[in-house]
């Protein structure tokens, strides 16, 4: 028989088995101890952050980049592409086959030899015109040809793997580099370009502008959104970077960061991926960025005040490749097809404007002193029946130029086939030219192990991420062009020119 007894809470407390009693000398013992614990901790734990943040003030080593400029230009039509840059196997025709160079629109005996392989024609509208380099370069076209046009070496699959007329537009001779290439921006700028890319270029970050740039317009793509203004600025960014770096340095003396693996470099990461950005919020930062005017390396080697605005903007976002803000830098160029229209109208004042982007490519690399690599893409070549002089302007000189006359079309004597390798140091890359040329009427064939223009473009731009990766292929662009089905590794790197 069970008898139930009502307790009260403290008859419970006072007789609970085991339960120890509580006198009141323990009770304000562990009363106080309780208080001067609380009171004392913000101060300890305080003066413990302040000394681990004033001993471990965030270092923040700069951005990753990669310098070292990448270009492209599509020239989109049937240009005279051999009054271009041609390989000393074809110059070497040239200048004993008549027929030969009247094709190309050249006049076979007026070569000039700019590095170990590459050759031009001096007095065509685009030689003649590289050859000036840009308006008042230091010590004048001398200068530029010793300091510039010698450091270079050329590279190209040869062959007639595109379509005239403008037919071939569409066939992927467009590539893209992406984060393929380190860089601030962390995407490529795109210059006009609106025709289908090669297949494993799609889908890379790219920002694509107007096909007459203006540095302002390029200093857009730097821009916050809302305008760093009011709130959004770089004195508030900075405010929040440093919040949240001393957050974490609070945090590590009660969870023990620094002390699990890995969680010095996890404090360091999120702290500087912060700071590295606060520049961005300044408004002025892009067109700090993109105004060569104001860029002091680029002014102390050219006037660059007497640059057309496009050719300002070409000269800045070359340079900012250069220098691994941008990834690459690519430019089509849309009304080229040649054949039957005016040399002193139509053919001369395009391939003097060509040269010119050509010329902004190396100026920014040689202010910039970095490698540079330059791709020439077309989809149809005009073959010519020779020369005729023109009379223009170039760096505010008149002088006589001589531009192909173009005739029918030709099918191509490259497709996605040209590269250019700069070294400011002078040792450029040995680099080979692919296919056969026949040393009569100067057409070419493919090379046997180069299948389509999609493994050209590959392999061109493969060449010039190697190339400006000191001699190592980017595994993620070698992934890219695996997944997006360009033939195998073994077949691409085939197709690599160095």
């Not at 203006?214 to 919040?243: E, H, I, K, R, V």
């Not at 102390?300 to 250069?322: C, D, G």
């Not at 531009?403 to 191509?412: C, F, L, S």
Request: with cysteine; glycine share 12%.
């Amino acid at each position: 028989m069970l008898i139930k007894v009502k307790k009260t809470w403290k008859d419970l407390r006072d007789n609970k088995p085991r339960h120890e009693g509580t006198d009141r000398r323990t009770f304000l013992s562990r009363g106080l101890a309780t208080v001067a614990f609380g009171v004392a901790l913000p101060d300890i734990f305080l003066t413990d952050f302040a000394n681990k943040a004033q001993a471990a003030a965030l270092v923040c080593p700069p951005p990753t980049l990669t310098p070292g400029a990448i270009g492209q230009i599509f020239s989109n039509g049937g240009s005279s592409i051999g009054s271009r840059f041609i390989s000393e196997a074809q110059a070497a025709s040239a200048a004993v086959s008549k027929t030969m160079a009247n094709n190309y629109g050249i006049t076979g005996a007026n070569l000039v030899k700019l590095g170990p392989n590459l050759v031009i024609d001096g007095t065509s509208a685009f030689g003649f015109t590289l050859l000036q380099g840009p308006p008042g370069y230091t010590g004048g076209p001398t200068a530029w040809q010793a300091n510039v046009l010698n450091k270079l070496s050329g590279g190209g699959h040869l062959g007639p793997m595109n379509q005239d007329d403008g037919a071939g537009e569409n066939t992927g001779l467009v590539g893209d580099i992406g984060l393929f290439k380190a860089s601030q921006m962390g995407a490529d700028l795109k210059l006009g370009v609106n025709v289908t890319l090669a297949k494993w270029a799609n889908g890379l970050s790219a920002h694509t502008l107007s096909r007459s740039p203006t540095p302002a317009a390029l200093a857009a793509t730097f821009s916050l959104t809302p305008a760093a203004t009011g709130l959004t600025n770089a004195g508030a960014l900075q405010n929040a970077t440093d919040a949240s770096n001393a957050l974490a340095n609070a945090m590590d003396p009660v969870l023990g960061i620094t002390a699990r693996i890995g969680g010095s470099q996890l404090l360091t990461s999120a702290g500087c991926g912060f700071t590295n950005n606060v520049p961005l919020a300044n408004p002025t930062y892009g067109s700090t960025l993109f105004t060569p005017t104001n860029i002091a390396a680029l002014t102390s080697k050219m006037t660059v005040a007497n640059l057309t605005t496009a050719e300002q903007a070409y000269l800045a976002a070359f340079y900012q490749s250069a220098m691994g803000v941008a990834g690459g830098v690519i430019i089509q160029n849309n009304g080229m097809d040649y054949h039957g229209t005016s040399p002193a109208n139509t053919i001369a004042p395009a391939d003097i404007a060509e040269a010119r982007q050509v010329v902004m490519f190396l100026a920014a690399c040689d202010a910039a002193q970095a490698r540079g690599a330059f791709i020439y893409t077309t989809n149809g070549q005009a073959i010519s029946s020779g020369v005729q002089s023109v009379a223009t302007t170039i760096n505010g000189a008149a002088v006589n130029v001589n531009a192909p006359v173009a005739q029918d079309d030709a099918g191509g004597a490259y497709n996605g086939g040209l590269i250019i390798f700069y070294d400011p140091k002078g040792a450029p890359p040995v680099a080979q030219f692919t296919g056969t040329v026949n040393a009569t009427d100067g057409s070419v064939k493919v090379d046997p192990t180069v299948g389509s223009s999609q493994e050209a473009m590959a392999g061109l731009y493969l060449s010039a991420l190697k190339w400006i990766n000191n001699g190592t292929l980017p595994q993620s662009a070698l992934t890219a062009m695996n997944a997006a089905g360009v033939a195998g590794a073994t077949a691409r790197t085939k197709t690599v020119l160095i």
